[in-house]
């Protein structure tokens, strides 16, 4: 289980919130920013991208996971959220989250002003998941 320091909660949080600030977000004016611990100790970030054909956009959550996985990690060992509203991860954030993390991974949403409105887990946000484990890889 990764414990992480409250220095290390707040390292995630600031990343995510600076992140949220470049997001590109014309048509829902909702701007999210997240940031990532990978599993080499680096932190990732990432902003939702919209696109005038809608479809076409893509959450920060995954832009940020990613971003991670493309740099060579497998496993994200903790994810930050900030939106106005300390707004939760969509469905296909999360499962996109559980291929790459443990089920105990933590999960903080914080809102604009950086305060953590929630706290949880990838199990806690994600419940009786389908994951590699299912397909005995
Ligand atoms: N959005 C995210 O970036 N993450 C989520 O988990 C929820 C939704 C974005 C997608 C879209 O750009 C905007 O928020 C409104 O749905």
Known sequence: MTVLTNEQKNSLVDAAHRYQKHAYSPYSHYAVGSAVLAEDGQI???ANIENSA??????AERVAIFKAISEGNRQIKAIAVVTSNAGSPC???RQ???EFSALDMPVIL???QGNIAFESTMDGIL????GPE???I
Not at 54 to 59: Q, R
């Open 91 to 93: 469905g296909a954030c």
């Open 44 to 46: 990732y970030g990432g």
């Open 54 to 59: 809608y479809p076409s956009g893509l959450c």
């Open 127 to 130: 419940p009786r998941s389908f």
């Open 96 to 98: 996109v989250m559980r």
């Open 110 to 112: 914080a809102d604009e």
């Open 134 to 136: 299912d397909l005995q």
